[in-house]
């Protein structure tokens, strides 16, 4: 799991880093630098457009006028804008700035033309995680011409303007793309910074997780390679009961389909056993649209406890508070809890108490202002899904593009797959019938939520490759065994 530092904890990592490898910082920087330029030549190869780097007096700066070299070297047309000069930067800043190539351009800003650089390819290198205060004089003034000309804006760690841990005060860069070091600053992974990061690129400075594990911080950016060790591994001699019998309670009042996506998600994922409790008239619609699934009616109450995991919410409306009170005190597994099922925690705060530790509850951002109370933002919401789980002792998967999730431990893990096209009707439910099935398969709640998510969205990913804004929740839900395959998990 990749640890998520704050910005002020950077610097830190920096120092440490470079006495352990017996490097110099300004061997890092180029380090940084190269990771950049590299993924600069991966994604625009030789394009030949005319590149405008605008360099800030610090360490990013000093990696925009490395990166302006490096790029010059393989062959672009490159000019860099600076905004301070050789005795007010950087140590590193003024090291890169003496190995800058004579044929660069090179502009102070108050001589520069902003016009030359339109449509071109802008490269922002104003500040890094190093800014302390809002833009102001010339440096807000580079920025919104900047933010007014046409061309390809990329960001270099973080768009300048934008504090790396907290909500953005005053203007900052529109980037098209980010490409920030070693991994996602907290700030771009809100929403209410979409605007400002464009696509999000992380690129490797070689810096090892375990390194990182060094430095406080509860942030985590969930990659394949924790998803994969997080999997139970099943032998020759595995038979369905090993594979876990799951029972899904919902789709009431013409939403079955919501139940059904979530049920056929749990098959996909690898149930062995899945039972659908939903409105009586649906048992022929359940039955056709998959004849693996099981259907059951209010005596199922009796023998709850025989399920292994259970999933209530999609599309159940609103149930008597007392069904739904006897459901929460006769099984006492961790369930997963979702859609109205968080609207009746909602309505009914008692119910609070009821949830067997380790159950999972996945509102998107509506259903959790519900829970929660409005948030003034999104980092606003995120300590409250934390203060959430902790009290609560449960785990609290806040979705949205990267998906949150706060644990009783108040740690707090970003899913890092998914895209844009899973914002469709329904893919919450796949998500819901993902996180039972693995509970149902003995997952603890923690390698639940994390697998979950992760597949979910590498699933939304595949199934996007093929539909793109055509995708449906059952493509998404079609394509889970290939998020297995990907995974080289059997
Ligand atoms: N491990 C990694 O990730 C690596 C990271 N690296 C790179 O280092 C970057 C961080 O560099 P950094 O610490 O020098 O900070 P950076 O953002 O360049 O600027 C700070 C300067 O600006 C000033 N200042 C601040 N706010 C201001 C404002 N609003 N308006 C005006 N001035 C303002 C402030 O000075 P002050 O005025 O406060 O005295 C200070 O001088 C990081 O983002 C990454 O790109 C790699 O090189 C190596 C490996
Ligand atoms: N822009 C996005 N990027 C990545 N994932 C997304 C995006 N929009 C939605 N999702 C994912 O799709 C799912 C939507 O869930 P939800 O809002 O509950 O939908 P529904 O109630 O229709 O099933 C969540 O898992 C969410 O993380
Ligand atoms: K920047």
């Known amino acids: 799991m990749l640890k998520i530092l704050s910005g002020n ?82 140590k590193d800043w003024q090291e890169n700035f003496k190995m800058l190539p004579e044929d660069i351009g090179k502009f102070q800003f108050d001589d520069f033309d902003f016009q030359l650089a339109d449509g071109g390819i802008i490269i922002d290198a104003l500040f890094g995680i190093g800014i302390n205060r809002p833009l102001e004089g010339k440096f807000l003034k580079a920025i919104l011409s900047l933010n007014k000309i046409g061309g390809e804006k990329i960001a270099i760690d973080i768009p300048s303007g934008l504090p790396s841990d907290d909500l953005v005060e005053g203007e900052a860069f529109l980037a098209d793309v980010t490409v920030s070091f070693q991994f996602p600053k907290l700030s771009l992974l809100v929403p209410d910074h979409v605007k400002f990061v464009g696509d999000l690129e992380v690129v ?64 996909r994922t690898g149930s062995g056993l899945v039972h659908v409790w939903a409105e009586g008239s649906s048992e022929d619609v359940i039955h056709a649209s998959a004849l693996e699934l099981m259907t059951e009616g209010e005596e199922v109450m009796k023998r709850i406890d025989d399920f292994d995991a259970l999933g209530i919410g999609p599309g159940m409306g609103e149930i008597p508070e007392m069904v739904f009170e006897e459901i929460l005190r ?33 509102p998107h951002v509506g259903e959790f202002d519900r829970l929660a109370g409005k948030s003034m933002d999104h980092f606003d919401r995120l300590k409250k899904a934390k203060t959430l789980a902790e009290k609560n002792k449960i785990y609290l998967v806040l979705k949205g593009a990267y998906t949150c999730i706060s644990t009783p431990d108040g740690k707090q893990y970003f899913n890092s797959t998914g895209t844009k096209h899973m914002a469709t009707a329904g893919s919450g439910d796949v998500l819901t019938g993902i996180l039972t099935s693995f509970l149902g398969q003995g997952y603890s709640p923690f390698n639940a939520c994390v697998a979950g998510v992760y597949h979910h969205g590498l699933a939304g990913e595949i199934a996007s490759k093929e539909k793109v804004r055509g995708t449906i929740a059952s493509d998404i839900l079609e394509k889970i065994p290939e998020s297995f395959l990907k995974l080289g998990i059997d």
């Not at 630098?33 to 993924?39: E, Q, T, Y």
Request: some cysteine.
């Open 9 to 90: 904890k950077v610097s830190e990592l920096d120092q440490s880093f470079i006495k352990h490898e017996n490097i110099s910082s300004w061997q890092l920087m180029e380090r940084a630098s190269l990771a950049f330029s590299n993924w600069f030549m991966q994604s625009h190869g030789n394009s030949g457009d005319k590149v405008f780097v605008f360099c800030g007096p610090g360490n990013n700066g000093g990696d925009g006028l490395a990166i302006a070299r490096q790029l010059f070297d393989k062959g672009f047309s490159v000019s860099v804008v600076l905004f301070s000069s050789l005795s007010n930067s950087s």
């Open 204 to 267: 490797d400075l070689g810096i090892p997780s375990s390194f990182l594990e060094r430095f406080e911080s509860p942030y985590y950016f969930i990659q394949s390679a924790s998803v994969k060790q997080g999997h139970t591994k099943f032998h020759k001699f595995s038979h369905k009961g090993d594979f876990g019998r799951v029972l899904f309670i919902g789709g009431r009042k013409g939403k079955v389909g919501a139940i059904i996506l979530s049920a056929k998600a749990a098959l």
């Open 330 to 362: 006769s099984f006492r597994k961790p369930i997963v809890l979702d859609a109205d099922a968080l609207n009746m925690i909602a309505r009914h705060s008692e119910l609070w108490d009821l949830l067997p530790s380790g159950s999972i509850l996945t």
